[in-house]
């Protein structure tokens, strides 16, 4: 391993937490980490690394027995696409989920929150063309799918239109099934941002 960075955690009691990230191996690629916490000490639980060019997560959120973990993975052409994962208490396994674009384009998941087993939803970014929107995506319980979201800002710096184009998401909370807050940022692709906030 050359390096290593944990970016999310989440714990369901003070003896059950879970953090995730990722590692970089010899051959360049960054393959997905998981540490668990039992109250005592932190260990290492395998995951799938989202093959074949590898993957990183970097949120999760847990609830009793159950996890889930959101990240990217790289494709074969360069791109990315979103990596989630959820945990039945066993073990770690790679659930479907869509992407926005072609092969060419990136998806990335950078935090997750889950009101319930059966309802999560998951925030972050996708790019086409080089510009950068929202993209957030819901789990019903049964499969997860893209929710419309506004690339407006809600923010109390932004006053004028200062002609931002790329807008992310990095955190989402919710306090029921229906409602939810996540944020982020709004930018020109270069050293100017703001605050982006969306509900």
């Given amino acids: 391993i050359c390096s290593a960075a944990l970016a999310g955690v989440s714990c369901a009691s003070a003896k059950a937490c879970v953090a995730v990230g990722a590692h970089g191996a010899i051959s360049g690629a960054f393959r997905t980490l998981i540490e668990s916490w039992d109250g005592k000490s932190w260990s290492v639980v395998p995951s799938p ?25 790289s494709g074969k052409t360069g791109a990315s696409g979103t990596l989630i994962e959820s945990w039945d208490g066993n073990s770690w396994s790679v659930v479907t989920s869509p992407n926005n674009g072609t092969t060419s384009g990136h998806n990335v998941l950078y935090g997750v929150f ?34 419309p979201s506004p690339n407006s ?4 710096l932004r006053t004028v239109d200062r002609g ?36």
């Fill in 114 to 147: 889950c009101a319930s087993r059966g309802s999560c939803v998951a925030v972050g970014y996708t790019s086409t063309t080089g510009v950068d929107r929202t993209l957030i995506e819901s789990w019903d319980g049964k499969s997860w799918s893209v929710v």
């Fill in 49 to 73: 690394d989202g093959r074949p060019l590898g993957g990183s997560f970097y949120g999760v959120s847990c609830r009793s027995r159950t996890c889930t973990a959101v990240g990217s993975r």
């Fill in 164 to 199: 931002f184009k790329n807008f992310s998401l990095y955190g989402v909370s919710c306090a029921s099934l229906i409602v939810c807050g996540a944020v982020g940022s709004v930018g020109d692709g270069g050293a100017k941002s703001e605050p982006l906030v969306e509900m």
């Fill in 153 to 156: 800002v809600s923010s109390p």
